[in-house]
């Protein structure tokens, strides 16, 4: 144990330090909390759980509330006669990137006895500082290539989402067109373009979220002056919400490291090695259930 102290020590010696100048503070437009509601009973044994995020914005705060109790009011999303325990989760995974911008995803997910039966989702990107929705057509110009390289990008990741699976060829030809395109859902989240589709939309019975990822690095030559600065987020340290992992960008190197809340209840490293490995084993426990 005192060699393993030892070692932990000199490895930390040589871990980059950085600065207070060269970590950028979190604007107070970016700033959010959540508020978990109670475990509401639908039935015997189901159940529904839903959480609101408060922003800076109140008229933010009415849409995404509005689009929460939307997706726990869906008629196909109700869990039926469970034999253990079913339940309905409406979360909203929210991503933070460049100095206004903030991504919703509201996600509905129906569990029936372990297994997931349903799933929803609605989006909305805003600038917080304007409060204004973001459209990918802000990201890109008009004729940028980035139309076609996200394409690309759609069909060779959606085409391998499941491979012994051969995706609906008519439908993901459809999801590649321009218009399709300007108009999908999507997140800034700190290091990449994530693109939200439902997997039914390609894989007939299949139940989850599929995500097209893009790291900027491969799209910054296609941005606007408006994109680029919304997706440089070097030197800012992002805390990762109650419903995600998160990474920091160290500027010294451009390497990349767990994040977790800066102010965590209780405060303490032991909190922080907790909830990731929760978030670790959580995932894995559930894989059979969500694939």
């Known amino acids: ?46 159940y529904l759980r839903r959480c609101y995020p408060q922003t800076a914005l109140p008229h933010v705060n009415k849409e995404i509330a509005f689009l929460v109790d939307h997706l726990a009011g869906r008629e196909t999303l109700l869990p039926g006669k469970c034999q253990e325990q079913g339940y309905l989760d409406v979360t909203c995974r929210i991503s933070r990137s460049g100095d206004s911008v903030m991504s919703f995803l509201v996600l509905g997910s129906k569990v029936e006895d372990r297994v997931q039966t349903g799933v929803a989702f609605e989006n909305r990107v805003y600038d917080m500082q ?44 459809a999801l590649c067109e321009r218009e399709s395109l300007q108009n999908a859902a999507f997140s800034l ?61 160290t500027p010294a190197t451009g390497s990349w490291m767990p994040c977790f809340p800066t102010a965590p209840t209780p405060p303490s490293s032991s909190w922080a090695a907790a909830c990731w490995a929760t978030r670790i084993f959580s995932a894995g426990s559930r894989m059979q259930a969500f694939p």
Request: glycine share 4%; with cysteine.
């Open 189 to 249: 989240t700190p290091v990449q373009l994530e693109m939200h589709y439902l997997a039914d939309t390609l894989y007939p019975g299949k139940c989850t979220v599929m995500h097209v990822r893009i790291p900027y690095r491969t799209l910054r030559p296609y941005m606007t002056e408006y994109a680029l600065r919304q997706t440089d987020n070097t030197g800012t340290s992002w805390p990762p919400s109650p419903m995600t992992t998160a990474l920091c960008a």
């Open 130 to 173: 304007t409060g204004r929705p973001v459209s990918l057509s802000a990201l890109f110009p008009e004729e940028s290539d980035a139309w076609a390289l996200l394409a690309r990008e759609v069909k060779t990741q959606l085409s391998a989402y499941y491979p012994q699976l051969e995706a609906d060829a008519e439908a993901l030809d």
């Open 1 to 46: 144990m005192k060699k393993l102290l030892i070692l932990l020590a000199c490895l930390s010696l040589c871990l980059p330090a950085a600065t207070a100048e060269e970590w950028r503070t979190i604007p107070d437009v970016l700033r959010f909390s959540y508020t978990l509601g109670y475990r509401e009973p639908l039935g015997y044994l189901t």
